[in-house]
């Protein structure tokens, strides 16, 4: 059984960081591209940020880049997003999704394997 979850939201203010952690289990983690997407209250979910299965590739939403970093440890099954410089429109749910390696990382989010439970990150002004 394929497990993705999610860790290290919680309630930071502007201009403040967090870094939240997906642990996968239950599948060959080294054989899959990772990212993470958001959803705000109301709102459609949206890509934020996406590594490829070697690490060796990383692709961001305009909203995030030069603010937001993913990056993955195969050795320890999991994916990170560090956030700096976080605005009050992050605010959000954040999953993370596996995608195998031999396809493109559906940025939709149509066409992915595996979904996490989802973690709240709240920025306050």
């Known amino acids: 059984q394929v497990q993705l979850v999610e860790s290290g939201g919680g309630l930071v203010q502007a201009g403040g960081s967090l870094r939240l952690s997906c642990a996968a289990s239950?599948?060959?983690?080294?054989?899959?591209?990772m990212g993470w997407f958001r959803q705000a209250l109301g709102k459609e979910h949206e890509f934020v940020a996406a590594?490829?299965?070697?690490?060796?590739?990383?692709y961001y939403a305009d909203s995030v880049k030069g603010r937001f970093t993913i990056s993955r440890d195969n050795a320890k099954n999991t994916v990170y997003l560090q956030m700096n410089s976080l605005k009050p429109e992050d605010t959000a749910v954040y999953y993370c999704?596996?995608?195998?390696?031999?396809?493109?990382?559906?940025?939709?989010?149509?066409?992915?394997?595996?979904w996490g439970q989802g973690t709240q990150v709240t920025v306050s002004s």
């Open positions: 239950g599948l060959t983690f080294g054989r899959y591209n």
């Open positions: 590594i490829t299965w070697t690490g060796g590739s990383t």
């Open positions: 999704a596996a995608s195998y390696y031999g396809r493109t990382y559906d940025r939709s989010g149509r066409n992915l394997d595996y």
